[in-house]
């Protein structure tokens, strides 16, 4: 439930709506804006909706209570109707700008990620991604330089001017990872680790939250809910493509539908990442410019410095003239659309 104030509403009236929420045992949440809003984040139990939205609208200085129609709360659009703007050392990832985000899979070794940074940065890009921890199907493949990649990763970041995000897999590595990159990843398949949603959202971070493969939008910006709930405002969603129906010729299907939306429904920034969304390297630029078409905020691509050495996902990694033609194309969609590529 929302109850939004008049103009100029004083703070003792603003006062007299949390203390009636708080006397049904519930916990107010005032939201600053041109109109202070005041919010009620849980649950309200059925039995004294009614009589609390009746009470709420006749206080003084109150205009209007809505109830939020939706299981999210604070990702919803009803809850706050202007775009969230993530700002990451200068770097803005909002509706207003396409933010580009590339860099192999996994940080291999220092000289691998030197020049995936380099050609990133050239390319034009604002944020440099590597995993140092992955999540791999099969535990012989190779699972990441761990501490010693988010070492490398922080030197490289800091040398090119490049904002970095990795990807943190288990609650307890929070803290580590956080010291190194400036964004946390939440890879699609922790969606739902509770505890790691609750701890990066404590760690107060901006989070980039990969959707579940077979997760729906509801599980999605409810997995948001958590880190936002911690009192984290800084959540990026990113689709990466859910369960195909057909496996033979892609990896998994991208889900361009969930780009407008989560637009409509949360005020997030949505993210799309077309590698993983369909595994193969040569349909990652049209999944790409579509993305962008459909309003995605920014991209996720996998680049690497020379893909047939990968290892990790080297079939979908764009070679860096891949991406920097793919970067030239996106740059004049983005001033076709009166966007603004990078942040
Ligand atoms: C990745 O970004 O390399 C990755 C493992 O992604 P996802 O969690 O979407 O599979
Ligand atoms: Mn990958």
Known sequence: MIVLMQFGATEEQIEGVCEAIRHRGL??????????????????????RESLEGLLGSLPGVSKVTPVSRPYKLASREWKRESTVVRVKGVE???????MMAGPCSIESYEQFRAAAEQVKRAGAQVIRGGAFKPRTSPYAF?????????????IGDEFGLVTISEVMSSDMVPLVAQYVDILQIGARSMQNF???????KSGKPVFLKRGPSATIDEFLLAAEYVLNQGNPNVILCERGVLPIDRSYTRNTLDLNAVPVLKEYSHLPVIVDPSHGVGVARYVPALAK??????????????????????????????????????????????????????
């Open 93 to 99: 990832i909002g509706p207003t700008t396409l933010t």
């Open 27 to 48: 916990e107010p949440l005032v939201l600053p804006g041109d109109r202070v809003a005041v919010g009620i984040p849980s649950a309200i139990p059925a039995e004294i």
């Open 143 to 155: 699972q990441g330089l761990a501490e010693e990649g988010l070492k490398i990763m922080k030197s």
């Open 290 to 343: 579509a993305a962008l078409m459909v309003g995605a905020d920014g991209l996720m691509v996998e680049m690497h410095p020379n893909p047939t050495e990968a290892m990790s996902d080297g079939s979908q990694s764009l070679t860096p003239d891949g991406f920097a033609q793919l970067m030239d194309d996106l740059t004049q969609l983005t001033s076709l659309l009166g966007r603004k590529m990078g942040g």
């Open 195 to 201: 505890p790691l949603l609750i701890e990066a959202g």
